[in-house]
């Protein structure tokens, strides 16, 4: 086993320096001899046939060099594949890059323009010619779904583009012997992570291969999308610095990737596209708004027996993302409770808005704030204390590694001393005297305390489960590589198979790296970011579904103990010493029992490195030259029920962190404004392997949910229009409205990853949305509101008071 | 039509043709190669293009480059020294107060403000100054922290260099 000099320190970043002096290299930094630049001509309307699009008065501007047309793309591209965002479709729908012949929400994508310049390119949008003929729209999904609503999709014949169930255990016979079903409506708003750079995408048609910089989180999407729409074998992927992905830049971004292709190849000449904000907002994809009845099976005392959910997912103005918010649920369908008995009934609903995508969490904050909003529902109901209903319904330490009714294994955890932690460092006793202290005052003190899980490490196999049809297996398990090289010089760099967008990545692996392989942490660098000709990729490389914390450690872990091993094999026969006798100290290889002082026999990394480079003659008999290893890595305890069985189980991902969250909220009661006091996170990530890091995610995705609870979102007018255009109308929280978050770890090694590391990424958005709801509804007690919405912007906590004052 | 501006950034002086309708920020990144500017929304949300003109905090998309005509300008660029991070850049990277780094350049131009104006800030002081600066990855902690240590290293590194 390695020595752990590094992992589990807050070692300084690898990243950071270049970020603070401006030398990120990211998409828009790059240019290219000769490239031009591109700008998009966007659908005004939210639904439209477009009865014709005339380009050339663009085309005979000065400095335009190409102009594609839905005519264009239609004769020049071919639709993507559906995929397995898209899985449940029941007719295939063929999805180009841009729109036909019709437009189904404001921003789709109609025409796309390659000048000299940007503002030659701007200039030329306004001299496309395009006839539309608007159609009613609609923008709600209880509307969409009448049979009399405009539909979006002919071919489906209505707006209810899938339907469909899981189900385990038995929950009808719960519900038989329940004491009591408590009932609720809840509803989760549209929202974004609005990743601070848009959207970028830079190609280049070359004789050889078509290659793409595109700040993609899933080169794989790109890379599939571009084979798929151009019909082009040879195809090239970078992905450069990111700034800022959260699901954002997984799956809608590849329709931008086939259109700047597609301007590249006609025009001959290199080509750039860089998303605006505004075109962010409308058009670069959101999350889902998501409605559910819910119905919970409960005991007199409290023990919840089933659950049953109906789930109404608005996907938007698309097919290509079906049902990415209702798979996503499987992630964490119990949440952190011992509960056996669930069913779940999915409905997605087109609308003439965005379409979605994944986003922090997709479909998972809203399994959470089913559970927690459920948990104070029932305590509500049975006149119990909404902590001690937690309690009782938790999965207990003992049974861990727990198998959830669906399959997924939580393969560590104590969830019940994350919650009397929580408790403990939120002083709770202490914000309930407080809070009866301000009991009839203007401003009321409430305390949300909620539990969740946030699991990584996707199984490919997942969907398999709803859908069993499917005509292609969508893959399983994962594949993730790595490479590790020592230089001729003794200096060791690595190679990741997935992209970062932030999360330090390189600063993470470097520190494993340097463990293993015994070398000083400022002697390791990453070789450079994604690149698909060199990483050595898989289905798992992917800057998604928290895939680094397993995939990539693994791998990069994997390929520095191969490197190690060809050290030793190295240094042994060099050092003539019999290599499991030999240890490595900073870089040097060292017989074991040789101290500090006195004549050693030792030989570094640089004096390997020439050897292994460039003496054939001193290297021992069948050693492959080099000091380079490349290690694929799979989950090797990726079964049980990585395939699912005759129940529909299967493991959706394979770790899950864990992590109570308390809320301390402060309710003006004339406003209706919501400011929050304290927020306490208790979490378990498994072994940690740079603290630092995984705070910074922590407080950056529970940063993320609080300012979804409070208030930012996408707001639609019945007409389909945008009116959150701008990051401000948008209602982004800002230094202002963010607390300071509080983080305490309680680390419980996960058995069956290779350090004992769990997901360190998105997981605190999972349950703040919850914990803001349960702490308002808290302070508004008094009042006997009842939260079942979000946002918790201020007109509509007004409007709660005011409704029941 | 263009115009010719003159202007100095980072202690050099520039000498452009520019069109009326550029701004400040597209002439920094595309004409004289400064990609530490970021552009995350150009229309004054949110921060990512900050400069400082005249020793005031810019947002470099707000201004048009023909404006900047005459002025000096710093960009994150010119604020480390023979390779040495300024003590603002050091604090941010020692406290893990920045993940995707793109809007980075914005917040320590933006710092350098704060801490020129109010050396001592309170944390009500920084979260104030620093509300038009939006970071969507880190949810602030760990800025606000390494603006606190940047207070305090900025002094004892301005004693250094006086
Ligand atoms: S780009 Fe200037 S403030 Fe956002
Ligand atoms: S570090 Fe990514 S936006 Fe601030």
Redesign the pocket.
């Known amino acids: 086993m390695e020595s752990r000099k590094y992992i589990g320190r807050s070692a300084r970043s690898k990243e950071a320096p270049r970020?603070v002096t401006g030398r990120g290299r990211y998409v828009d930094d790059l240019a290219l001899p000769r490239m031009l630049h591109a700008c998009i001509l966007r659908s005004p309307y939210a639904h439209a046939r477009i009865v014709a699009v005339d380009g050339r008065r663009a085309e005979a501007l000065p400095g335009v060099k190409a102009v594609v047309t839905p005519e264009a793309v239609k004769r020049l591209s071919r639709p993507f594949k559906p995929g397995r965002y898209a899985a449940g479709l029941r007719v295939p729908i063929p999805e180009y890059a841009g729109a036909i012949d019709k437009v189904r929400y404001v921003g789709e994508p109609v025409a796309i323009v390659a000048a000299e310049t940007r503002a030659g390119a701007e200039d030329a949008l306004e001299l496309i010619d395009v006839e539309y003929d608007p159609l009613p729209s609609v923008v709600s999904t209880e509307e969409a779904a009448l049979p009399s609503a405009p539909v979006l999709y002919e071919e489906l014949g209505g707006n209810v583009a899938w339907e469909g169930h899981v189900a385990y255990g038995d929950p009808d016979a719960a519900f038989a012997r329940a004491d009591r079903i408590v009932r609720q409506h809840l509803t989760m708003h549209r929202y974004s992570s609005t990743?601070?750079?848009p959207f970028a995408c830079l190609a280049e048609a070359a004789p050889e291969r078509l290659t793409i910089w595109c700040n993609s989180q899933s080169p794989d999407v790109i890379y599939e999308a571009l084979s798929e729409a151009l019909g082009i074998d040879a195809v090239r992927v970078i992905v450069p610095d990111v700034?800022?992905g959260f699901g954002q830049k997984i799956h809608l971004i590849r329709k931008y990737a086939v259109l700047t292709a597609l301007l590249a190849v006609e025009a001959g000449r290199p080509v750039k596209w860089i998303e605006d904000r505004s075109e962010h907002m409308t058009a670069g994809g959101h999350s889902c708004e998501q409605e559910f009845d819910v119905e919970a099976a409960v005991t007199a005392e409290g023990e919840v027996l089933g659950l049953k959910i109906r789930d109404t997912d608005d996907v938007g103005g698309s097919v290509s993302t079906l049902t990415i918010h209702f798979t996503n649920k499987l992630n964490n369908l119990f949440n952190t409770y011992k509960v056996q008995h669930l069913r779940l009934d999915g409905r997605s609903v087109l609308t003439n808005k965005c379409p979605v995508v994944p986003n922090r969490g997709i479909g998972k904050p809203g399994m959470c704030f089913v559970w927690e909003r459920t948990m104070d529902l029932v305590a509500r109901e049975l006149g119990l204390d909404a902590i001690e209903v937690r309690r009782s319904n938790l999965v207990r330490k003992e049974q861990f590694p727990y198998t959830t009714p669906n399959g997924n294994i939580h393969g560590s955890g104590d969830y019940e001393a994350l919650l009397d932690r929580v408790l403990v460092n939120v002083e709770y006793a202490e914000v309930r005297r407080r809070q009866a202290e301000r009991r009839g005052g203007s401003t009321l003190l409430g305390i949300g305390v909620v539990i969740g899980v946030e699991p990584g490490g996707r199984n490919a196999a997942r969907d398999m489960a709803i859908f069993p049809q499917s005509a292609q297996m969508p893959g399983s398990g994962g594949v993730e590589g790595a490479t590790v090289k020592i230089e001729k010089n003794g200096s060791v760099v690595f190679t990741l198979g997935s992209p970062s967008c932030?999360q330090s990545h390189e600063t993470t692996a470097a520190q494993i790296v340097a463990d293993v392989l015994g070398v000083a942490l400022e002697r390791v660098s990453a070789a450079g970011t994604f690149d698909s000709v060199s990483s050595p990729w898989g289905i798992s490389s992917s800057n998604s579904g928290n895939n680094f914390h397993l995939y990539d450690v693994g791998a990069v872990h994997g390929a520095a103990t191969r490197l190690r091993d060809k050290v030793l094999t190295l240094a042994a026969s060099v050092l003539r010493a019999d290599p499991s006798l030999l240890r490595i100290e900073d870089g040097v290889v060292i017989p074991r029992g040789t101290g500090p002082r006195g004549p050693v026999e030792s030989v570094t990394f640089a004096e390997l490195g020439k050897i292994a480079y460039t003496n054939q003659a001193l290297l021992p008999p069948g050693f492959e030259p080099g000091l380079q290893a490349t290690y694929y890595h799979s989950h090797p305890h990726a079964d049980p029920l990585m395939l699912p069985d005759m129940q529909g189980r299967v493991r959706a991902q394979y770790t899950f962190s864990s992590a109570a969250h308390a809320a301390v909220v402060e309710v003006d009661v004339e406003t209706g404004r919501v400011r929050v006091v304290r927020y306490v996170i208790v979490s378990d990530n498994g072994t940690l392997i740079n603290p630092a890091v995984v705070d910074g995610q922590i407080y950056?995705s529970a940063a993320h949910g609080i300012s979804v609870a409070l208030g930012e979102g996408f707001v639609y007018g019945a007409d389909g229009q945008l009116l959150t255009l701008t990051l401000l109308d948008y209602g982004k929280s800002t230094t202002l409205e963010t607390p300071r978050i509080e983080v305490e770890h309680c680390p419980v090694p996960d058995p069956f990853t290779t350090l004992g590391q769990k997901a360190a990424g998105e997981g605190a958005a999972i349950p703040s949305p919850a914990a803001i709801a349960s702490a308002v509804e808290d302070a508004l007690a008094p009042f006997g509101v009842e939260v079942r919405e979000l946002p918790l912007s201020p007109e509509r906590v007004w409007e709660l008071i005011r409704a029941r004052a | 039509m263009t115009h010719s501006i003159r202007l100095t950034v980072n202690g050099e002086t520039y000498e452009r043709e520019v069109e009326a309708r550029t701004l400040l920020v597209h002439f920094l990144r595309e004409q004289i190669g400064l990609t530490g500017t970021h552009v995350?929304c150009v229309v004054g949300e949110c921060g990512?293009c900050s400069v400082l003109v005249n020793g005031a905090l810019v947002k470099a998309c707000l201004m048009l480059a023909v404006q900047a005509d005459g002025c000096e300008v710093t960009t994150v660029e010119g604020l480390s020294t023979r390779g040495a991070l300024h003590p603002v850049q050091q604090a941010l990277v020692d406290g893990f107060a920045?993940?995707?780094?793109?809007?980075?350049p914005g917040?320590v131009m933006a710092v350098h403000a704060l801490l020129a104006r109010t050396p001592d800030p309170t944390e009500e002081q920084i979260r104030e100054e620093l509300s038009s600066n939006?970071?969507?990855?880190?949810g602030y902690v760990q800025?606000i922290e390494a603006v606190k240590d940047a207070a305090s290293r900025l002094k004892s590194w301005n004693r250094g260099s006086t």
């Open positions: 970020y990743p601070l750079e700034g800022g932030g950056g | 995350g990512a920045l993940q995707c780094g793109f809007c980075t917040f939006l970071c969507m990855c880190t800025i």
